[in-house]
């Protein structure tokens, strides 16, 4: 615990979940969703967040798998304030020795976690509850120039997302690139 931060390194190191520490009562709660200097401390990181976004998303719409590529690539802290979502974060950086691997994260309003995507990784989630309301703070602004996709259900990428029907997606996402013909990080 480093200050008001729990920081844990998923089965990928580089994703980090964080969570607050909370404090609570009947009355209800309280707790800093973003603190620089705790960031900082706790993870080792010294990041600049550009760009806060918000979506509502219902039960079983799956966004993803996006990223952006150089010279506009995104770090991303994101976080669930209403509902639950499966979120995945899969390494897209061709040297890493985790390349091609995901992780994924249950996050809820109940365990107010947080995960920290940096770049080099393609996000994705699906929402698990009737609703849900995603956070995320990014380290570069939107790009839709250099926003890619990986389809959702890459057969190499193997991902266990927590399907009980098929997924609601967008378009873009339902069309997707394959993982072995995406363009990633060198």
Known sequence: ?????????????DVLIVEPRVFGDARGFFFESFNQQAFRDA????????????????????RGLHYQLPPHEQGKLVRVVRGSVFDVAVDIRRGSATFGRWVGVELSEENQRQVWIPPGFAHGFMVTSDSADFLYKTTAYYAPAHERCIVWNDARLSIEWPLTDAPSLSAKDASGTAFDRAEVFA
């Open 43 to 62: 993870t080792g990181l010294d990041l600049n967040f550009v760009q806060d976004n918000h979506s509502r998303s219902a039960r079983g719409v799956l």
């Open 1 to 13: 615990m480093s200050g008001h931060l729990k920081v844990t390194p998923t089965a990928i190191p």
